[in-house]
């Protein structure tokens, strides 16, 4: 049986044989970039466009006269190497790699403004973000309980704007932003695939679900079916020298589709306490913040006069000396009078107490309120894991869980005991600052005030017992810098160091401490958390992280030894990619549709059949059958269809080809080797290329390109679904049906045409195609001139115009 293909024109709408046809696509923007692009994706949701830059810089763009929205710049501590795009599927949150940290961020889209950041052991070449279409009755009951939980749970308080701005990665807002990254409660998954063939699943972006088997190759795209039956994945296997095979590898991942509203719940639940232990970190750095600027003065001054005293005697003699006798030493009274001042003295006494009070305040409202909510989701947890039936075959360990709760326990008690050393050190502060003060103003002969001239006898206890305890003989109090850190009893809780504290709390006169002591059953008892009476709070809360992520990976690893590879189809042999070339934009495109839950992969055989457009389509479920899996289309047109038999025939090679929707393919054709300058956009009806008659049949242990030519194959029925684009070498297209927009680039990556795929130009409307490129390029550099002048104002309607653009949308 020969090949059946069609012969139809792509013009089949003369008006005779002079007439014009209508260009089919509208275009609406156009821009010249100062540099080159490597990655752009559309927004799932809105008319918007990311791009990321070859600086390492990702901008985003409105449909609108191509207008620029903001720009996040590159940075040492985060990366400059951007490798991967993905939205998430509701629109408001970018996630992007980077190859040189290997790290991944999800960035907010109304703001410019990072939310959260983890690190990957290999850099990151491909990622999709998919949302799980499977309805289930079982997440109804879900929703029910995500509700009930925070009525029993109070708001998490938003962090200091004073203290929460000065931080370069942190902005006022960023507490609200974070507990807001769960999103919706249907799952969703962000899929990264790696070099070494390593491919990982995150649900919501933030929590890894699944550590899947290493792949043959590097990965080039991937794919999770949105019944989450399978995932595909094209990798890049090196055979010869300078050749390297394409090839499809399909991954049975039935758990998860089996497990759907477990898992759901699960990740859920493992996603809050993510979010949670980021919010703890946020919390914890306000406090050090607070701490670092003010504390440290009293502890700086005192550690220079002890170091600069000459005299025999210490430091707790000369001020109980001033204490008893209302004598001081001229070093003492050089110190008093020359560095602190009264003034100082009284300046200094305030901002202490007001950052006591602020730490006391944190402490309170952010890190108890956290810990208490990180101890509700791990109980649920662990009630979860008791289900061996349900969640068992997720992975979740119970004795994992147990110890995540004694380590947030431990975490807890260790606030309660910074809260009381808290409380001590005002105090004994409050006692020292009044007594020290009235005795300077005795030395300068100055009027003293009636209210803070008496002084009682526990005045004077509690001023001896902070002498007695902050100016120690102890040598232990030195620190290795040589400062006199025992001054300062609260900042010694958020060091961020392995040593044991300074001077840790007495416990001597504790009662229910003795009383454990004494009790052989209490003290081994595991419903009591440790107390680490002798390590600071960062100390502990380290520890707690890394208990927490434990529990956290068991469930990864059990996910990913149950998927199972499936399907592995070398599909052709192709020279190594040039470096020049980003990955990203070189075929094969692959994607899933919801509807026919099918996998399609659609690509190009350049060296063997340069004209012809392949398209693979594989069922999501591994054990479902589909005939006619290989298509091809032979990418020629007649220039008349009358005499089509008599005319010379044009053909194509297509450069790119990306899914528009269900039914429709948007490709980007180039001319002949003698005209190759020749660009065209075009699409693609899908059933033009699936309409096959003849079926075909996989030779095992063949490539695909060994036996192309039993492949079918069908003549293109375009109709007026093309556009000449004039003036520019096209060489990638980005496409977004939901909005029915495309987006061009040009083959030096800097050229970039916007279009509305539904939409023809009018007659009076000037075209753009036409503009000469030297006239093109000034007139985009006068408009980032403008753009840059206008930053300000830029990015002050940003968040109005997103927000008035959902609503709309709603």
């Known amino acids: 049986m020969q090949v059946r293909q069609s012969n139809i024109s792509l013009d089949v709408t003369l008006e005779g044989n002079k007439a014009q046809r209508m260009p089919s696509f509208r275009q609406v923007g156009e821009k010249q970039l100062p540099n080159p692009v490597l990655c752009m994706a559309w927004s799932p949701k809105r008319d918007l466009i990311a791009l990321a830059s070859t600086t390492g810089e990702l901008l985003l763009h409105r449909l609108a006269s191509f207008q620029r929205v903001w720009s996040l710049a590159p940075s040492e501590h985060i990366g400059k190497e951007i490798t991967a795009l993905a939205w998430r599927p509701d629109g408001k949150i970018l996630a992007f790699s980077l190859g040189d940290t290997k790290q991944v961020v999800l960035c907010s889209v109304e703001k410019a403004e990072i939310l959260h950041v983890f690190h990957m052991q290999n850099p990151v070449s491909c990622m999709h973000w998919m949302e799980v279409t499977e309805e289930s009755s079982v997440l109804g009951s879900f929703c029910q309980s995500e509700d009930e939980s925070k009525l029993f749970l109070p708001k998490l308080a938003s962090l200091p704007k004073s203290y929460s701005t000065t931080s370069k990665l942190f902005s006022e807002e960023k507490s609200d932003e974070i507990m807001n990254l769960l999103g919706e409660v249907r799952l969703n998954i962000l899929v990264l695939g790696g070099d070494a063939g390593h491919v990982e699943l995150y649900a919501y972006g933030m929590y890894k679900i699944a550590t899947l088997p290493q792949v043959s190759g590097s990965c080039r795209t991937v794919s999770l079916a949105s019944d989450l039956k399978s995932l595909a994945v094209i990798t890049e296997v090196k055979s010869a020298e300078d050749h390297v095979e394409i090839c499809f590898v399909q991954l049975d991942t039935g758990l998860l589709s089996d497990c759907l509203p477990e898992l759901t719940r699960m990740a859920r639940k493992f996603t809050h306490i993510s979010t949670l232990l980021q919010y703890l970190h946020l919390s914890l750095t306000c406090m050090c913040e607070a701490w670092e600027e003010i504390l440290m003065q009293m502890d700086l001054r005192l550690t220079k006069f002890v170091q600069e005293k000459n005299t025999s005697t210490q430091v707790q003699d000369e001020f109980l000396e001033l204490l008893l006798w209302g004598q001081s030493s001229p070093e003492l009274q050089a110190l008093l009078m020359n560095q602190l001042t009264v003034k100082g003295l009284k300046k200094l006494g305030q901002t202490i107490e007001s950052s006591y009070s602020s730490i006391q305040k944190l402490v309170i409202s952010h890190l108890q309120s956290g810990s208490e909510a990180l101890l509700y989701h791990l109980s649920e947890v662990k009630g979860m894991s008791l289900w061996k039936k349900k969640f068992q075959p997720l992975g979740l360990d119970s004795t994992a869980i147990e110890d995540a709760i004694t380590a947030v326990g431990s975490f807890s008690l260790k606030t309660s005991e910074l809260l009381q050393v808290i409380d001590k050190s005002m105090k004994n502060f409050k006692a020292f600052f009044r007594w020290l003060y009235v005795a300077m103003l005795r030395m300068c002969d100055e009027h003293v005030p009636p209210e803070l001239n008496k002084m009682t006898q526990k005045d004077i206890a509690f001023v ?300 009076d409307e000037p075209q753009n195609d036409t503009a000469e490129p030297d006239t093109l390029d000034a007139t985009m550099s006068s408009q980032g001139d403008e753009n840059a002048e206008g930053g300000n104002d830029e990015a002050g309607i940003t968040e109005e115009h997103l927000e008035s653009e959902e609503t709309s949308e709603l």
């Not at 589909?626 to 025939?649: C, T, W, Y």
């Open 464 to 763: 001896a017992d902070f002498l007695s305890e902050h100016f120690s003989k102890n040598e232990q109090l030195f620190d290795r810098k040589g400062k006199y850190f025992n001054v300062e009893r609260v900042g010694q809780y958020l060091k961020d160091e392995d040593e044991d504290l300074v001077s840790p709390p007495s416990t001597k006169d504790n009662q229910w401490l003795k009383f454990l002591q004494d009790s052989t059953h209490l003290r081994e008892s595991p419903l009591l958390f440790p107390s680490f009476p002798q390590k600071s709070l960062h100390y502990v809360k380290r520890m707690m992280e890394n208990v927490i992520e434990l529990c956290l990976q068991k469930p990864a690893e059990v996910i990913g030894k149950s998927v199972k590879q499936a399907t592995f189809l070398p599909l052709y042999s192709a020279p190594q990619r040039s470096e020049n070339t980003p990955r990203l934009f070189e075929l094969p495109s692959l994607w899933n549709d919801k509807k026919t839950k099918m996998h399609y992969v659609v690509f190009c055989m350049p060296h063997v059949l340069p004209h012809k457009l392949f398209l693979l389509r594989k069922a999501s479920d591994p054990n479902r059958h589909i005939p006619n899996s290989v298509a091809s289309l032979h990418l020629s047109r007649h220039l008349d269809v009358e005499n089509a038999e008599q005319r010379p025939r044009d053909v194509y090679s297509c450069l790119d080809a990306r899914y528009y929707n269900d039914e429709m393919l948007t490709v980007v054709l180039q001319g002949t080797e003698e005209d190759n300058s020749r660009s065209v956009l075009a699409q693609v009806p899908l059933s033009s290329i699936l309409d096959c008659e003849r079926g075909f049949n996989w030779m095992p242990n063949m490539r695909l390109d060994q036996q192309s030519g039993n492949i079918p194959c069908q003549g293109p029925m375009l109709g007026n679904q093309r556009r000449e684009l004039d003036g520019m070498k096209a060489q990638f297209v980005a496409v977004n049906g939901i909005r029915e927009v495309a987006c061009v680039l040009s083959e030096n990556l800097r050229h970039l045409r916007v279009f509305e795929m539904d939409m023809e130009e009018e007659d």
